[in-house]
């Protein structure tokens, strides 16, 4: 009897699938661009530079959602020396790759956030960016968490030179 629940166990196990999936990237802040930060726009002298939106929170989420699937990587997918992504709306790219996913059935449990930015302060904008995330990505607002690091003064990041994210996320099916 025993064996046979060790059984039914195992096959259960095998049913039920849990991956992550790890992303990063980095833009550099320049003049005439606006900031975009998880899809919010944020008051800011300065804007990330980049092909599309260059909003590196939705790159890098995009990267940790595909590294999870095992479906590659954002460059693999949306090279940017495409014209039709000039400018364009990071969600795309999350809503894509969402629906690359659940093709497959996988379905996204939580998503833990890294921001790098000496400038501009992120606390006031922290709740916001992750309630935009919970939106794009289905998910109640405690299955998101948006951080907020500085540089400490060094680095590109400290001297405000660029901005940068960490994305970790767990899918299942
Ligand atoms: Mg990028």
Same mark, same amino acid.
């Given at each position: 009897?025993?064996?046979?629940?060790?059984?039914?166990? %195992?096959?259960?196990?095998?049913?039920?699938?849990?991956?992550?999936?790890?992303?990063?990237? %980095?833009?550099?802040? @320049?003049?005439?661009?606006?900031?975009?930060?998880?899809?919010?726009?944020?008051?800011?002298?300065?804007?990330?530079?980049?092909?599309?939106?260059?909003?590196?929170?939705?790159?890098?989420?995009?990267?940790?959602?595909?590294?999870?699937?095992?479906?590659?990587?954002?460059?693999?997918?949306?090279? *940017?020396?495409?014209?039709?992504?000039?400018?364009? *709306?990071?969600?795309?790219?999350?809503?894509?790759?969402?629906?690359?996913?659940?093709?497959?059935?996988?379905?996204? @449990?939580?998503?833990? @956030?890294?921001?790098?930015?000496?400038?501009?302060?992120?606390?006031?904008?922290?709740? %916001?960016?992750?309630?935009?995330?919970?939106?794009?990505?289905?998910?109640?607002?405690?299955?998101?968490?948006?951080?907020?690091? %500085?540089?400490?003064?060094?680095?590109?990041?400290?001297?405000?030179?660029?901005?940068?994210?960490?994305?970790?996320?767990?899918?299942?099916?």
């Amino acid at each position: 009897m025993a064996t046979q629940s060790r059984g039914h166990a %195992t096959q259960l196990l095998r049913l039920y699938e849990m991956r992550v999936g790890i992303g990063h990237d %980095t833009h550099r802040l @320049v003049e005439g661009r606006p900031l975009i930060l998880g899809g919010v726009t944020i008051e800011h002298p300065r804007g990330l530079a980049g092909h599309s939106d260059a909003d590196v929170v939705l790159h890098a989420l995009t990267d940790a959602l595909l590294g999870a699937a095992g479906l590659g990587d954002i460059g693999d997918l949306y090279p *940017d020396t495409d014209p039709r992504h000039k400018d364009a *709306d990071s969600a795309v790219f999350v809503r894509e790759t969402l629906q690359r996913l659940q093709k497959d059935a996988w379905r996204v @449990v939580n998503v833990d @956030v890294i921001i790098f930015a000496q400038q501009p302060k992120l606390g006031p904008v922290k709740t %916001t960016i992750r309630r935009h995330l919970a939106e794009l990505l289905d998910l109640p607002a405690d299955a998101v968490n948006v951080k907020a690091k %500085t540089g400490e003064h060094v680095g590109s990041i400290g001297r405000g030179e660029a901005i940068a994210c960490q994305v970790i996320v767990l899918i299942d099916h």
